[in-house]
């Protein structure tokens, strides 16, 4: 089970409705809101998919600028990862190869150019469809 939470951002003039909307959608728990028109919501899901198709839906609410995580939560996932921390060196092995050329190397740290729908599915251990 993974829970997140997701700072929503709309303007100060449709903070009721936008919150309103967000009670109705059934995708998330509202928490709070400030005068500004910043909302606090969680989301729950099996897995990251699971949540991302939730946040996909918080987005096309009509108003929201923006939904945007900030903490998340997966137990599975967390004893999973834990386990494999303990369990391997604490330098990557292709860190050592003297004879790899860099532009080989794989990042997989920018999100703004991921499939983060197969990157979720790649991390619940999800086949693609």
Do not use: W
Request: proline letters at 3%.
């Amino acid at each position: 089970m993974n829970i997140s939470s997701i700072v929503v951002q709309t303007k100060p003039e449709h903070l009721e409705r936008v919150i309103e909307d967000l009670k109705a959608s059934k995708v998330c728990d509202y928490h709070f809101h400030d005068e500004k028109g910043r909302i606090i919501i969680t989301i729950e899901g099996e897995g990251v998919e699971e949540e991302l198709k939730k946040l996909r839906v918080i987005e096309q609410i009509p108003h929201v600028i923006t939904a945007d995580m900030q903490m998340a939560y997966s137990e599975d996932e967390l004893n999973s990862n834990i386990n494999v921390l303990e369990n391997q060196d604490a330098v990557p092995k292709i860190l050592n190869k003297e004879d790899i050329d860099p532009k080989d190397m794989v990042y997989n740290g920018d999100l703004k150019r991921k499939d983060l729908e197969a990157f979720a599915r790649q991390l619940d251990g999800v086949e693609e469809r």
